[in-house]
């Protein structure tokens, strides 16, 4: 009689290739799943600027730039009240100045030749050396035009301001045409300016149009909610959060890269 107690179970030849299969399948299904999850969040639309970054079409200018590595996105709520307290708000002071003064008079920097060709390959740009050449972070001309602008409505307080003690052609160029306004007139000539120019106290023509390419490249989708406030006209709740590039980041890293130049310069 056989012995069966002391035969060895051994699997079934097929049971080994049955489990390597699903170790496959399964390390496949793990790797089309993190491959998928990194696709669709590489695609996501940014929310601030309402395209897709990685797009085809809308891809950022340069493959690598180090600002877009730096600038971080963080949430920040807008306080846009009417009557809110500002230190960039009110009628010229020191502290309002020194406030502008922070934000715009940052340095230019030097770039290489690869980043002057992805951006704008301009046939004669400005060079200093090492094949490195002068640029300004875009975000700092925009501000440079919001605070010539603000300068304008105020240009009885700012009438000695480098820009509009320019060359009446560039002042002009800054400001529409009504240079008269710009200079250090007795207040009777300013007066009957004002009441024979033709052209509106703030026709700030080349930056008030940069600004308004600006807003409609970034186009801000968000949406702005009311107060039922009884019978009266439902209040706009104007302060809403949005995501924003980490604007210190942005000035610490400029400052870091600076090419001794100076500031930003409409021509060179």
């Not at 009417?82 to 940052?106: C, H, N, T």
């Amino acid at each position: 009689m056989e012995n069966f107690g002391n035969t060895k179970s051994r699997p079934f030849p097929w049971a080994r290739g049955v489990f390597l299969l699903h170790v496959v399948l399964f390390s496949t299904a793990i790797l089309l799943n993190l491959w998928a999850s990194r696709r669709l969040s590489s695609s996501c639309v940014d929310t601030t600027i309402g395209i897709r970054p990685n797009s085809q079409h809308h891809r950022d200018p340069v493959g690598h730039y180090p600002l877009n590595d730096v600038a971080e996105y963080t949430p920040l709520k807008f306080d846009a009240e009417l009557g809110a307290p500002s230190i960039f708000k009110g009628q010229p002071r020191k502290e309002l100045d020194d406030a502008w003064d922070a934000l715009v008079d940052q340095p230019m920097i030097m770039v290489n030749r690869e980043t002057l060709q992805s951006f704008d390959p301009t046939p004669k740009p400005s060079k200093k050396k090492d094949g490195h050449y002068y640029a300004t972070v875009e975000v700092y001309h925009q501000l440079h035009c919001l605070d010539i602008t603000r300068k304008f409505i105020w240009r009885d307080h700012y009438q000695h301001v480098d820009t509009f003690m320019d060359p009446p052609e560039m002042v002009w160029e800054h400001v529409g045409k009504c240079p008269s306004a710009l200079q250090p007139l007795p207040p009777v000539c300013v007066l009957i300016y004002e009441i024979l120019c033709p052209c509106p106290k703030n026709t700030t023509d080349h930056c008030i149009d940069l600004l308004r390419q600006v807003l409609m490249c970034n186009s801000d989708v968000g949406l702005i909610f009311y107060t039922d406030v009884g019978d009266r006209q439902p209040v706009a709740r104007v302060s809403t959060t949005h995501m924003c590039r980490n604007f210190s980041q942005i000035t610490s890293w400029v400052n870091e890269h600076d090419s001794e130049l100076g500031i930003f310069a409409e021509s060179m």
